[in-house]
């Protein structure tokens, strides 16, 4: 007979126990209906206490604002659009009750501190799925958002999560949620140095946001780890500015590398050189224009497509202006300025007059969009290929001007012109297919500038000051006075605009350039030759 009766007994919790748990969600739901904002807070974390998977619709219904309270009967219901009416369906089963004019419900408020707490709750109730992507996000909702309530459900996936990187996001998520709750000073003491591991502005957030609240025997540790955090941050934000003065100076280095040959080779000063890398650009969108119209399987090669085809434009472009203008004003650098100046002047207008005024979109492959972390540093994919594809145009330069015919005549004419010509070399010629060559880097370097810069007919203005100032700081025909003066220059401003502002700044560096060049005339690295230095 006892037997029979536990029997009963344990047939009857089974059987009542889902209904029980359905009931108290369910009455937990309704009971938003009528609750104010810090009613709703602490209603939610009882939801997520429940552990019921099933009131996860309600829930992302209410942090979208279709969760309404119907007027008839008080029950709380997800709302969709049914024509002129609205449609409720039971929160829990997902079934369509009813179609009712809007008139019949009253749209339950929320705002962004519910929004936080529905997140966390929701992180709470999904950190059991079976999906390994929806638990790591569970255990990142959590994170986000500690909680005392949710604390137990973070402990029970705890017990059974496998996987290691879900199991280590679920511990700092334990981590922030004991310093929420109202365990003891050991464990607390625990998750801050656990806390303290992860690093970054957010677990600053997080132990300050428990600053208030926290047991005084605990406040040395608290202290101390976002003391150490703050250290770290300071030298990571360091190592981050460094990379964005890398990335500044391999953008120079592009734009100012024609211009130091050219520079070097025949002493002219071509102001139309921002002009050629704006021609370059243009060049890329023109290329992505034709690809997207007709072959758009190949967007992904557009820019490899685009570097023959912006070089071969500018340096017959570069041709023509040497050959027309230039050669019949060498000597005369002052109007050799005036005259780039003004075929500046016309380029600009051409481009404007064929493309107009605006900026033209030119799309980044895939390969180029996105970004990776590496330690404390963020590095976007579309700056670490510039800084590689910078290098290698250097390097393939610099192999040209060493192993070549034609780069042995370019610094045979730089060192000594007269000596040059008197052996045999074609000055002229070397003066032309110099600035053609130095016409055609600068239209690379616009294929490159068109991924991180807006393509517009003002695009070479923006860089031509800056790359007369790192062939003037680096040593006129240096190549590789360039490359140390592009990334001194570019790390120098990335640590100055912090402080100072953008513009200031690079009046700084203007001024300690000028200061520089009273002490060393030609730059960092002199070019040796008997001409030159007479």
Known sequence: MLIRFITLLFTFFAFAAPSMAQSDAKDLLNALGKANFKQAEELLGQIAATGDPRVVPALEAFAEGDLYL??????VVITKAAGSNLAAIDPLSG???AEEPKGAFTKIRVNNTLRRA??????????????????LAAAQAVLQSPSAENLDLVEAALATEQDAQVKARMEEARAVSVLASDRSAEEKRIAIDTVASLGGREAIGILMSVSSTIDESLRPDLDSAIAKIESSLLFWDMGQNVWYGISLGSVLLLAAIGLAITFGVMGIINMAHGEMVMIGAYSTFMVQQVIRTSYPDLFDWSLAIALPVAFLVT???GLVIERGVI?????????????????????QQTIRTIFGPTNQEVGNPSWMSGSFALGGLTITWNRMWIVLFSLTIFFALLALMKRSAFGLQMRAVTQNRRMASSMGIRTPWVDAFTFALGSGIAGIAGVALSQIDNVSPNLGQSYIIDSFMVVVFGGVGNLWGTLVGALSLGILNKFLEPSVGAVLGKILVLVLIILFIQKRPRGLFALKGRAVEA
């Open 70 to 75: 119907r007027k008839s009967d008080n029950q």
């Open 95 to 97: 079934e369509t009750i």
């Open 118 to 135: 529905i997140r966390s709750a929701l992180g709470g109730l999904t950190l059991l799925s079976p999906d390994r992507s929806v638990r």
């Open 315 to 317: 340096a017959a472009i």
């Open 327 to 347: 050669r019949f004003l060498y000597g005369r650098p002052l109007e050799t300025l005036l005259a780039t100046w003004g075929i500046s002047l016309i380029l």
